[in-house]
């Protein structure tokens, strides 16, 4: 990773500046910014609009990443921006001490794409962190800030506050921030930020945040508050309190765009409809049942927290067993924790990315945590998941209901296991 916005913003320059040719929200936070950018995704569209959307990492393709209209864009609309821009990323290699980085690529095809489109408004997440991501040409009129904790600590500095005042560099002067309940550290540098550039900020518990939720069969149903009013009998297909938390900022960051605030409500069905057509696969995603198999790309501690928090209040297995692989830079430690008291077995495992933290080692801090009776070691991924839903039958005589496993630790690892379970 070199964070370097020049290489980025010249090749952007020899593109025409893609990047201005329509408005965009733009998101960074450390966990839920693909599932809240895939919501305002969604609302957008049902507002008759048409939308471009940039997000990372990819499960399948790299296609993902640039849609157009809620779909991954064509693989033969992929190639022929790639053409386009390809020669001018050469160029600008040619004159840089380091080449464009991957990122870089998937971001200028992202932003051509949009121009080309065309599309009304753009929803772009970051890549990592904020203020010297490569997204951060946009100078966009609105800003969501999702939930701030620690995560790549080797980049963005290992506290809440260096991480937060890196993440707020996406705020531009005269911009609208959406931002989430933060740690009173986080919290700090966003509200300082907004000062200093002359930046409007909503912030969740204030001006809008969720009123209610209730579990319901495929998700949950909401009342949310938002700039302009309240809007009841929201039923979204995701579960888990933070994903009612996404919701909240998405439907802000929407209301703002559009123009809506106190004495003006965005129309209650569109908004009710763009809801209910929400999709986030990976996370906690159901892909079998009997028994159920979910896959949950939590990959670090306040992701995983939620996402066990979640399981507990939503699923009520009467036996759980989790899958597991991670990447070697993330808090293992921290995760199995967090695992141990919901989970009756353990399934170790690795994932096909090079940065895999190796199996072995994983399997001595599962064994650490979970105690040698309860892990169960699988080198590839195939044997992982047969391990676990024997496990999970184990004594059953066929009563598989209330029996679960989960696949979780990385986007890689549901991405693998994505691919065996799922057409």
């Known amino acids: 990773m070199v964070f370097d916005l020049d290489r980025i913003g010249q090749l952007l320059d020899l593109l025409g500046s893609p990047q201005r040719a329509y408005p965009s929200i733009h998101l960074t936070g450390t966990n839920g910014k693909t599932s809240t950018a895939r919501m305002i995704d969604s609302l957008l569209r049902a507002f008759g609009l048409h939308t471009g959307r940039y997000t990372s990492p990819h499960l399948e393709t790299v296609r ?18 790639y053409r386009e821009v390809a020669p001018l990323a050469e160029l600008v290699d040619k004159q840089a001490a380091e080449p464009l980085t991957y990122f870089d690529m998937t971001t200028a095809l992202g932003f051509a794409t949009f121009a080309d489109a065309p599309v009304d408004v753009a929803v772009v997440e970051v890549g990592l962190g904020g203020a010297e991501d490569a997204t951060n040409v946009l100078s966009a009129g609105v800003c969501v800030i999702t939930p701030i904790g620690l995560d790549h600590t080797e980049w963005l500095g290992d506290t809440l506050t260096d991480i937060a005042w890196a993440k707020a560099g996406i705020v531009h002067a005269g911009s609208t921030v959406v931002t989430a309940v933060q740690p009173e550290e986080a919290a700090g540098p966003i ?40 809007y009841d009998e929201v039923f979204l297909p995701l579960h888990g309190a933070h994903q009612a ?26 908004v009710r409809h763009g809801f209910a057509a929400v999709s986030s696969p990976g996370r906690l995603e159901r892909v079998r049942s009997a028994p159920t198999i979910l896959l949950d790309g939590a990959h670090n501690p306040h992701g995983m927290a939620a996402t066990v928090t979640a399981v507990q209040e939503e699923f009520a297995f009467r036996r759980l067993v989790v899958v597991i692989a991670v990447l070697a830079d993330k808090d293992a430690e921290a995760l199995l924790d967090l695992l141990e008291p919901v989970a009756d077995a353990l399934v170790v495992t690795g994932n096909t990315s090079p940065r895999a933290m190796p199996v072995g080692q994983l399997a001595g801090l599962a064994v650490e945590a979970f105690g040698v009776d309860r892990v169960r070691v699988a080198q590839q991924m195939p044997d992982a998941i047969e391990a676990a839903v024997e496990l999970a039958e184990a004594d059953l005589d066929g009563e598989l209901s209330g029996v679960g496993v989960l696949i979780t630790g990385s986007v890689v690892t549901v991405a693998d296991a994505r691919r065996l379970l799922t057409r």
């Open 64 to 81: 993902e990443r640039i849609s157009l209209d809620g779909e991954p864009v064509s693989e033969e609309r992929f190639a022929a921006v």
């Open 191 to 230: 509200l300082d930020r907004c000062a200093e550039v002359g930046a409007t900020i909503a912030r969740e518990g204030g001006e809008f945040g969720v009123v209610h939720r209730a579990v319901a069969v495929g998700g949950q149903m909401l009342t949310l508050q938002g700039l302009g009013g309240r």
């Open 245 to 270: 938390q996404n919701a909240a900022l998405a439907l802000a960051a929407v209301e703002a765009f559009l123009g809506a605030g106190p004495g003006r409500t965005l129309d209650a069905e569109p």
